[in-house]
């Protein structure tokens, strides 16, 4: 059955350029966002993964969230890197309390509202 | 072990409008993109099955290719109904056939290539 503390992932792409040059030294934005959530704290039931590349790079940064088979899995973009930590923490912290992965609309971050990429259906999809 | 015989999804967004009028009549440019699937040759490894809603309506109709534990999944946009269905039954059959779900760039459609929306990596994440 559903269970609201199966393990998450919180999957971030850690080559995400967030529109900066190409030829910038330097870690990228999305090694600097994936930097600052180890240093942030997160549900016990999240793990936090490096990721390189969810072919999204026109709306870099991306994170996924996932977790389990009974989960609608989401993918966000549009983070710009590091100072963007809190905000993901809390948009994990609301899907990792879900057992099928479905935030409120009235509960999501308008970041959230407004920069989902794409989902998709659990592995069981509801009918 | 990795194993290209392992069943693959073909999810298919049945509500997506591909741009078209809220007030058209009739089937979705999604469902008749389904529907069109529905009566394409797929390979035996390949379960077709309709969804409502990827969250990306800009750029519908979407497509979500998974399969196992160890494939990529992906996500394709910007199909604009029953006439793409050879073009998915093209990408799905080449992905159906991969043990990783990564297809070389060459052998990818000019479709596939420019409209990836976003890809998710497997369970098993390669190093």
Not at 52 to 58: G, H, K, L, R, Y
Not at 92 to 121: E, M, Q
Request: a negative charge; charged letters at 25%.
């Amino acid at each position: 059955m559903a269970d609201a503390d199966a393990p998450v992932e919180l999957l971030v792409c850690t080559t995400c350029r967030a529109g900066a040059p190409t030829d910038q030294e330097g870690p990228r934005p999305g090694t600097r966002l994936f930097e600052a959530l180890q240093a942030t704290d997160l549900p016990a039931n999240v793990t936090l993964r490096g990721v390189e590349c969810f072919s999204n790079c026109d709306h870099g940064c991306s994170i996924t969230l996932r977790g389990g088979d009974e989960r609608w899995t989401y993918v966000y973009g549009n983070f710009t890197g590091a100072e963007d930590a809190e905000l993901v923490a809390d948009g994990v912290t609301k899907y990792a309390a879900t057992a099928d992965g479905l935030v409120p609309w009235r509960d999501r971050s308008i970041h959230f509202r407004k920069n989902c990429i794409a989902r998709i259906p659990p592995l069981e999809i509801p009918e």
